[in-house]
């Protein structure tokens, strides 16, 4: 009852204002509507970059030995590189026949320690992979390591042990006959490669698992295991998982190709004619 006669004495005076306040006052006397809740996209960010630290942190956690053993490999390529200097100063040059695959495993050595370097010297945060390039070094490090196990391969086959001088019979002029200073750093580099290409491998693999690589992708995937192609060492992430539908589509085509196959026999042998009286076969001779 107070309602409703608050109601009328609120139109009475209404009525008894002019129009423009009048107006005014119902303008005012207008309910207002609910605040509208707040855009929920500062809260959708927030958990994402929650979601994305705690990745980061994991992946640390996880690539610590693998960026430790990747640091250890650009150290013992250094040496390497070093010994073949020193032996080059002292005068200890290849022989011809073999001058090549040193040269080639030398030029490995520098690309390998120039294109890896800045990845391993800061880790799973490093521009490299902010800017999509850990796909591309992984597939340089690969080919280079390729590179240093074909040389040494050939360098095996065509290498021969240096004559020994008179009166060198000991066992270390032995050695050093056998495997000099270049051999050792050919040997040493492609050890160092190999350990290089790993450690490259298992950091993709890691900031993959992780969704943090490539930095384009979808920020709602972070922190969920994925699967990782090997074959994403020598093409990209998007072929890699074209090859492998294609794969499961001509395995399912098989798959199909192999039950139509046994529907048509199976087919087959019920359209075969039966032994004599048999219901499917031809009628027997009864009044024989």
């Given amino acids: 009852g107070d309602r409703q006669c ?3 004495d609120i139109a009475r005076l209404l009525e008894a204002l002019p129009g423009d306040m009048a107006d005014e006052e119902a303008i005012r006397s207008v309910p207002r509507l609910a605040r509208s809740r707040p855009s929920d996209r500062a809260a959708r960010r927030k958990v994402i970059e929650g ?9 640390e956690r996880s690539t610590a030995a693998a960026v430790a053993h990747g640091r250890w490999s650009l150290l013992g390529l250094f040496l390497v590189g070093a010994i073949r200097i020193a032996a080059w100063n002292q005068g200890l040059a290849p022989g011809w026949s073999v001058f090549g ?3 080639l495993t030398t030029s490995s050595d520098l690309i390998c320690i120039f294109c890896a370097l800045p990845m391993f010297a800061v880790g799973s945060r490093s521009r490299c992979v902010q800017f999509g390039c850990l796909g591309p070094m992984l597939t340089l490090v690969f080919a280079m390591c390729l590179v240093d196990l074909s040389a040494f391969c050939a360098y095996a086959v065509v ?4 004559p020994l001088s008179q009166g060198a019979h000991s066992f270390l002029d032995v050695l050093e006959a056998a495997i000099g200073a270049w051999d050792f750093a050919l040997l040493g580099s492609v050890g160092f490669q190999l350990s290089l290409c790993s450690s490259s491998w298992r950091l993709y693999k890691e900031l993959r698992m992780a969704g943090l690589y490539p930095p384009n992708s979808d920020p709602s995937t972070i922190g969920q295991s994925r699967h990782v192609s090997m074959l994403e060492v020598v093409c990209e992430a998007e072929d890699a998982q074209l090859l492998a539908d294609c794969e499961i589509n001509l395995s399912a085509c098989g798959m199909e190709g192999e039950l139509r196959r046994g529907g048509s026999c199976g087919a087959g042998m019920d359209e075969m004619p039966g032994p004599v009286g048999s219901p499917g ?4 001779a009864r009044g024989a």
């Fill in 281 to 284: 076969g031809a009628p027997g």
């Fill in 159 to 162: 290498a021969t042990p240096r």
């Fill in 101 to 103: 695959m040193h040269f």
């Fill in 6 to 8: 608050t109601a009328i």
């Fill in 51 to 59: 979601r994305l630290r705690d990745a980061q942190a994991k992946v």
